[in-house]
């Protein structure tokens, strides 16, 4: 049956008694048609075309009970379009859809391997993946997740109650699966590329003065914990990384030239580096007692084996020192924050912290600024006097 399809005509078609099954073309637009199913009464708008083997193929655009004849005529019109200028076979496109990998499977398969010998924040994206974008993403296909559906779960992390810095970490996380994605051919574009990051400034810097710095260091050398107690003066005394520390082995600790080498595998830039030690940090280790017993300097005298943690027992020390709010990395500002108070540039600093970017040292370019106001001052000081002086 050929016709000019219109709303009345839609919703009175019928299958004939007999049938199982009725056509009506659309003489508005070739290709479009109504298909009448018997056994339910359900019609649906079609479209016929030719495929690139020259083959008539059927894409269907929607039952009539849920698009109007007009939107079904648009639809069909931009397929035909595409079709014709493209080449795009709908029925192919659809059948790749069904085909693509779903992110779970991208992530177990092909992600993970690739990564884990390579990334030694591997078990951070694993976290992260499991609680934050699984849920979300987990069984979607490659090819369906959006732009807006990265920033809208980015979001809800964010509104969640965690900060923007950890709302910034799932939209990376999933910028990067999809880029490699796209990298091995397994997605044509990347939905996530320049996603726009919440970029909040959220780094948190607690300097300890001098006061502070007298109470926290009487308790870390009478506390009984002494092997705590001796990691943290060690962390204040190098300036280094707690898994730095805890990392340290007697091996790569050089006495005679006061240093002591931070292996490439322990390294938060990947590179290995030495590290100054100072009269502090060689008192640490004279007290330490494990030189010449075992490999790594700060061992469990319980297990044997070296520390991986100590959380529980700074909570407990800082909180004996008035400090409740001193985390273990605010040790390693402190000691930044000494040596630039001292005179010492930025690039030492960087060195001395062992910075890869020399962005990261600018946060403490504030205090090199009060270093240069203080001797300033001096000279102010002086001329003011002979300015009286003369009077």
């Known amino acids: 049956m050929i016709t000019k399809l219109t709303e009345t005509i839609v919703n009175q078609l019928t299958c ?26 359900i019609k649906t708008y079609y479209l016929r075309y030719k495929n690139s083997l020259g083959k008539t193929a059927h894409q269907k655009i929607g039952r009539t009970t849920d698009i109007a004849l007009a939107a079904a005529r648009k639809k069909a019109k931009a397929l035909k379009a595409d079709i ?5 076979d709908p029925k192919a496109v659809a059948k790749a859809d ?28 694993e976290q992260i993946y499991r609680i934050q974008i699984q849920p979300t993403f987990g069984q979607s296909r490659l090819n369906q997740i959006t732009r807006q559906q990265i920033l ?41 590329s320049r996603i726009q990051l919440f970029n909040e400034a959220n780094e948190v810097e607690h300097y300890l003065d001098d006061e502070q710095l007298q109470r926290l260091l009487k308790v870390l050398q009478t506390d009984a914990n002494r092997t705590v107690c001796l990691i943290c003066q060690f962390l204040l005394a190098t300036g280094c990384r707690l898994n730095e520390a805890l990392t340290a082995q ?12 931070v292996s490439a595998i322990n390294s938060k830039s990947g590179k290995s580096r030495a590290v100054p030690l ?3 940090a060689l008192n640490v280790l004279d007290q330490i007692g494990t030189e010449g017993a075992f490999d790594y300097v700060f061992v469990n005298a319980k297990t044997g084996k070296h520390y991986t943690h100590i959380r529980h027992t ?13 985390r273990l990395h605010d040790l390693r500002h402190t000691y930044a924050s000494m040596l630039v108070n001292s005179g010492q540039s930025l690039y030492a600093v960087q060195q001395c912290l062992g910075h890869a970017d020399s962005r990261v040292t600018q946060r403490y370019a504030h205090l090199s600024t009060k270093t240069l106001q203080d001797a300033a001052n001096c000279a102010s000081d002086k001329i003011m006097g002979a300015m009286r002086a003369a009077e």
């Open 250 to 261: 007697w091996s790569l600790i050089d006495r005679e030239n006061g240093t002591w080498r």
């Open 152 to 192: 809208s779960l980015a979001a809800s992390v964010k509104d969640s109650g965690l900060s923007a810095a950890s709302a910034d970490h799932v939209s990376k996380l999933i910028r990067r699966l999809l880029t490699l994605a796209v990298e091995w051919e397994f997605l044509e574009k990347n939905p996530a």
């Open 314 to 326: 700074w909570i407990r020390l800082r909180k004996k020192s008035g400090l409740p709010w001193l």
């Open 278 to 280: 100072t009269a502090a």
């Open 84 to 88: 014709l200028a493209n080449g795009l």
């Open 16 to 41: 004939p008694d007999g049938k199982s099954r009725m056509e009506c073309c659309d003489l508005s637009l070739p290709g479009l048609y109504v298909l009448v199913r018997a056994e339910s009464d």
């Open 98 to 125: 069904t085909n693509a990998l779903t992110l779970d499977d991208f992530w177990k398969d092909h992600y993970l391997p690739f990564a884990t010998p390579r990334k030694r924040s591997i078990k951070r994206d």
